[in-house]
């Protein structure tokens, strides 16, 4: 994934879609989305969702603390990122907290961890079909109406793009789970590939308006920092919140790999609905940072849960 990342923002940066170039590269970007939406919506199982909300000991803290405590410190950092950066580059510290969940590396590293894999995959999954109704509105709701348009266009817009081709999933996956369970490392590819082409149109975008000029060294130093801080935080809190919640170790590190971890695989698409091109890239800049910091820090994290078994 770090290296889809960094392909679509090095191809932007290098030869940005331009014009009717754009406009082309929207609409494909648009109609991958669907597609993604669509497997995802035959891939996530109906019975996982129905235990995840009988589950509702784990699973209501960590339905809260992601688009609740997580959005608050997205509109926090957002006032410090005011400071030194682009409106629309704050803007995207909100827009990072309001997200769902990842649900490969929910499953990955729980269970490289030795943690409850079950339990954080299901409260992945959970979290990210929560996410397709809520981020948007709940963004709206912090960010304020100058921010984003949320009218009718753009309902209509997230409910064609986003919410019709998961319903359609749903409906055809007592047909297709089983084929696309078998080629799960093809459905991998899709997910890269879709993420991939949203980023590149994103920032495109965001190249066309100055990206590269409008930021120097110092204020790009500051955005890394708060976005290290915004992580180290959210990680602790997740743990310290399962901590009070009195769960097994195992569930707790499941709570740590299924809340703090974003989804680009969300947000990218999302940012491709919600904003214009000229604008998505900006937002999304500390989304792209903050999942590469994620991804060079669970590894690790999880080694040394793995490691680390308290008598």
Do not use: C
């Not at 339905?63 to 950066?85: C, D, I, N, Y």
């Not at 084929?179 to 890269?192: A, C, M």
């Amino acid at each position: 994934m770090i290296a889809v990342l960094v392909i679509a923002t090095g191809l932007a940066l290098a030869l940005p879609a331009m014009g009717e170039t754009r406009e082309a590269a929207q609409i494909v970007s648009n109609v991958s989305i669907f597609l993604l939406f669509l497997v995802n919506g035959m891939r996530i199982a109906r019975g996982e969702i129905v235990n995840a909300i009988g589950n509702w000991r784990f699973f209501a803290p960590l339905v809260l603390f992601v688009f609740g405590g997580m959005a608050m410190m997205g509109a926090g950092f957002s006032f410090l990122a005011a400071l030194f950066a682009a409106p629309e580059i704050a803007l995207g510290f909100i827009f990072l907290g309001v997200l769902p969940s990842t649900i490969q590396s929910a499953t990955s590293y729980t269970t490289l961890a030795g943690g409850n894999a079950a339990l954080s995959v299901v409260g992945a999954a959970l979290i990210n079909i929560l996410g397709v109704f809520v981020s948007a509105p709940l963004f709206a709701a912090l960010a304020g109406s100058a921010a984003v348009d949320l009218g009718t266009e753009t309902i209509l817009r997230i409910g064609m793009i986003l919410l019709l081709p998961f319903v359609i999933g749903q409906v055809l996956q007592g047909f297709t789970r089983s084929w696309l369970i078998k080629q799960k490392s093809k459905v991998v590819w899709l997910d890269r590939i879709v993420i991939g082409i949203a980023v590149y149109v994103a920032m495109s975008g965001a190249v066309a308006q100055g990206l590269m000029t409008s930021m120097s060294p110092s204020a790009a130093s500051w955005l890394t920092l708060i976005t290290v801080v915004f992580l180290v935080l959210a990680y602790g809190l997740a743990w310290k919140i399962s901590g009070f919640g009195g769960y097994a170790r195992a569930d707790r590190i499941a709570f740590v790999f299924a809340g703090p971890q974003k989804s680009v695989a969300i947000g990218a698409p999302l940012a491709a609905i919600l904003f214009e091109p000229a604008v998505a890239g900006f937002v999304i800049a500390p989304l792209l940072l903050y999942h590469l910091l994620q991804l060079a820090v669970a590894a690790p994290l999880a080694t040394r849960f793995a490691e680390y078994q308290p008598d």
